[in-house]
């Protein structure tokens, strides 16, 4: 069974410029999280979706937003990128929200210059 | 905000040694306690996780240890090994109010020396 895949693994970007980054779930999971992890603040939780629906959000500015397709998949974007934005941004799939096993991608490393 | 605080930030133990990991948090709705550990350029993995009704688990040289009343939890690794190198993250989820985010400690890089 396929993992979490994660595309692209590097990105760069410069200030102000927004991306998309994408996670496509283990198959037959349902609910994707995405969490920030940087060397100072560790890994922070974004949000979670779960059926194309937002269930959960974490302490980001709006500039973080999300979607999740009909088959699971889903999309990150963060607009008007600031230098602080360099991170490694991890996605998570479950198969439901009722479990607590998160299977994690290897991430798309993110460099705002 | 829920934290989880995590000690300590490095940890060098010999082959063979025990190599122990603590966390405490705040929050007592929190009710599952994962284990990641994540090698470089891999995202986390889940190693073992214990629920506040146990004290203790236990798979293979992983053992973790659970004090409710003193909301801490450990990491023990028996017989470290250098392929245990890693950085191993604790974690804690509340399922309450709908929030179902695992809120992580900060990581502890350990080195396994051979």
């Known amino acids: 069974k396929a993992g979490v895949t994660q595309t692209p693994r590097y990105l760069i970007k410069t200030r102000g410029q927004q991306v998309t980054l994408s996670c496509s779930p283990i198959s037959g999971h349902r609910s994707v999280s995405w969490y920030q992890q940087t060397p100072g603040q560790g890994l922070q939780f974004l949000f979670e979706?779960?059926?194309?629906?937002?269930?959960n959000k974490g302490n980001f500015p709006g500039r973080f937003s999300g979607r999740q397709f009909s088959n699971s998949r889903s999309e990150m974007n963060v607009s008007t990128l600031e230098l602080g934005d360099s991170a490694l941004y991890l996605c998570?799939?479950?198969?439901?929200?009722?479990?607590?096993?998160?299977?994690f991608g290897a991430g798309t490393r993110l460099s705002v210059l | 905000q829920q934290q989880v605080k995590q000690s300590p930030q490095s940890l060098i133990v010999q082959k063979g040694g025990i190599s122990i990991i603590n966390c405490a948090y705040e929050n007592t709705a929190f009710d599952y306690f994962p284990w990641y550990q994540q090698f470089p350029g891999k995202g986390p993995a889940l190693l073992i996780a214990?629920?506040?009704?146990?004290s203790e688990k236990k798979e293979g040289r992983f053992t973790i240890s659970f004090n409710k009343s003193a909301k801490q939890f450990s990491l023990h690794i028996m017989d470290s090994q250098p392929g245990d190198s890693a950085t191993y993250f604790c974690?804690?989820?509340?399922?309450?109010?709908?929030?179902?985010?695992?809120?992580f400690g900060k990581g502890t890089h350990l080195i396994i020396q051979p």
């Open positions: 214990i629920r506040p009704d146990v």
């Open positions: 998570a799939s479950r198969p439901g929200t009722g479990e607590n096993i998160q299977y």
């Open positions: 979706y779960f059926s194309e629906t937002q269930r």
């Open positions: 974690a804690a989820r509340w399922s309450g109010g709908g929030a179902d985010g695992l809120t």
